[in-house]
């Protein structure tokens, strides 16, 4: 019994797709008198033409015409397969987002509770802000995302966490520095870094509301998207920055932080988002330990 290697069925393939053994030879990344040499092996080995050839060009004989679909199935299957053995010896990933709204301290306790307990499963970060986070997990690019919340999340699942206060970031020669709590009030009329509504729409207008409610409209500076060029710009008494309180983990020279009368009203809330269609071994434990641990 004569059997076929599938390296011979896919130069037949190429050819056949083609009808030109000059084009199939390119497409193969080949010359072409080897792949005329195969075609032949081929022939030879199944007793019969696979193609007629003559001065007009190249065309399927009645067998090549009965071997095409088979050959075209025997290499698709064989592509099944070694997509599903790939799929299985692959390591399993948790794809977890966490928002850049907050400083990245906040979610070390979680982190540290949940990487031993994941076992063989790999662990994959990606901070970046929360709206893209929130499209990542609906496009299945990621597994679940702790995002600050308001955000629009759509048809996402969302387990609301804890807060984290808005407090202000001064320099530390300012006079307002000497109280130990300041108001929104007391910085209408300083200049004062904030982020550009496109970073995070659905906090955006939260805050925007709180603003209009207690008349605070100062000049703002666009925030830079780093927070620690933002940090070193009021250390260096460019205005003030109202921030999460967790920023307080980042010292630096010449800045000092406050705690913001409103700043329960502005809170950052956190949110775990996850897709309902995404069966995840780990999002159990996920949503168990998120609540502990944030």
Known sequence: MKTLDTHALTLFCAVARCLNFRQAAEQLHMTQPPLSRAIKALEDRLGTRLFERDTQGVALTEAGRTLLPQALHILQLLEQAEQSLQRDTAPVRLRLGLTSSVEAGLFRPLLAALSPSLQATQLELTAAPSPRLIASVRKGQLDAALIALPSATFELAVLP?????????????HVLARKRKVALADIVHEPVYWFERSRQPAFFDHCQQVFERHGFAPAFIREPLD???????????????LLPDSFRALRLDGLVYRQLVQGDELATKLGLAWSTDNDH???PLLRQLAPQHL
């Open 161 to 173: 966490l804890a807060g984290d206060p808005m407090m202000l970031a001064m320099p530390a020669g």
């Open 281 to 283: 071994p780990a999002l």
């Open 227 to 241: 927070h620690h060029v933002l940090l070193s710009e009021v250390a260096a008494g460019k205005g003030m920055a």
